[in-house]
């Protein structure tokens, strides 16, 4: 069982790098203009907590101590992690419709919707062992 609350905040990883590489210079201004006006929506609805697009390029840290760096993203590209939205909705139902709306998905690229936890999943158990002693 996982001991973790999720909040009212949603994450929206864009995963594909390359969905846009079949477009034509017009093609991809459409699709463009359609996205931010998805953007907008958001905005609009007062849902939109955040947004960034992240670089292709990074480092992967690993090992007792971060001793070992390497460069990294080595995801497939259309794996990659394209950017994200942070989305403050009252259920998964609802960020999952609003994702559905976007409109690089008809073009390849796909939306990992994630609720935001209270807690990492490690301080959880430790609150919820302390809760169960507590009781006992």
């Not at 070992?68 to 394209?82: H, L, P, Q, W």
Request: charged share 20%.
């Amino acid at each position: 069982m996982n001991p973790q609350n999720p909040t009212e905040e949603y994450l929206l990883l864009i995963r594909g790098t390359h969905w846009n590489h079949a477009l034509s210079a017009s093609e991809l201004q459409g699709v463009m203009t359609d996205f931010y006006s998805w953007v907008d929506g958001l905005v609009q609805q007062g849902v939109h907590r955040g947004a960034q697009p992240l670089m292709e390029e990074g480092k992967v840290v690993v090992g007792a101590k971060g001793s070992m760096v390497t460069d990294g993203v080595f995801a497939e590209s259309k794996e990659a992690i394209a950017g994200y939205f942070l989305l403050a909705v009252s259920s998964i139902e609802e960020a999952v419709k609003l994702a559905q709306a976007c409109p690089i998905l008809d073009y390849g690229a796909q939306i990992e919707v994630r609720p935001v936890a209270d807690l990492c999943r490690p301080m959880a158990e430790v609150k919820a062992m302390q809760h169960e002693a507590a009781c006992s």
